[in-house]
């Protein structure tokens, strides 16, 4: 059996994903800016063949991320990631656990981290591109 998947629904993914990754931006610009009174720098990738979505930069530090987003009842416990991001300085995948409410029309998300400290590559080895993240 074949599944036909219509232009509509293709959109309505990519748009839905537009929608977690500026809730995630907002969420961040906001703590970096009322809690700790620092502006963060966001420069997003047009293409992921480096490995990330997004270029942070806040206090002189840069981070290369690479953005994973799952639902929060996902079976699945693990994401696959590029291996391009190991060759960043301070590359780090942030896996945004999404709920959405529906009540209040908008969505909740809890974060997951998976990287090193700044200044240091990702330590993926050779050919492992998967990982489980902790909470962070």
Request: hydrophobic share 40%.
């Amino acid at each position: 059996m074949v599944n036909i998947i219509s232009v509509h629904d293709v959109l309505d993914v990519v748009i839905y994903e537009q929608l977690v990754e500026h809730a995630f931006i907002s969420e961040l610009l906001q703590e970096a800016w009322y809690r700790y009174g620092k502006a963060v720098e966001v420069l997003r990738s047009e293409i992921d063949s480096s490995g990330y979505d997004l270029l942070l930069e806040c206090n002189g530090v840069i981070r290369y991320v690479e953005l994973k987003t799952s639902g929060t009842e996902a079976r699945r416990s693990f994401q696959s990631i590029n291996t391009a991001l190991a060759q960043k300085p301070s590359g780090c995948v942030v896996w945004l656990m999404r709920e959405d409410d529906e009540s209040k029309h908008r969505v909740n998300l809890k974060y997951l981290f998976f990287g090193d400290l700044p200044g240091k590559s990702q330590t993926l080895g050779s050919g492992i591109t998967n990982c489980v993240p902790s909470e962070g």
